[in-house]
């Protein structure tokens, strides 16, 4: 996931998607792919955020360059479970 991020992360990122699972397929079925994209991204800066905070990390680990490159991996992952 997160490459260098604490193994913490990586499983709060897991329950992050799995508690908005109603909002990714709305947004998914609605073939809204922009607004999920945005979403995504959205959820990803807070969940990043709130990780730093609370492991004391500066929250720059969480670049928005980093999470622009992860967001698309993630969006593809939750897509073929659709598919």
Request: aromatic share 14%; with cysteine.
């Amino acid at each position: 996931m997160f490459k260098g991020a604490p193994t913490g992360c990586k499983f709060e990122l897991l329950e992050a998607i799995l508690d908005n699972f109603s909002t990714i397929v709305m947004l998914f079925s609605q073939n809204n792919r922009a607004s999920l994209l945005q979403y995504l991204k959205f959820s990803l800066r807070i969940l990043a955020f709130k990780h730093a905070l609370r492991s004391r990390h500066e929250p720059e680990f969480f670049t928005d360059k980093l999470i622009d490159q992860k967001q698309a991996t993630y969006c593809q992952i939750i897509m073929i479970y659709f598919l």
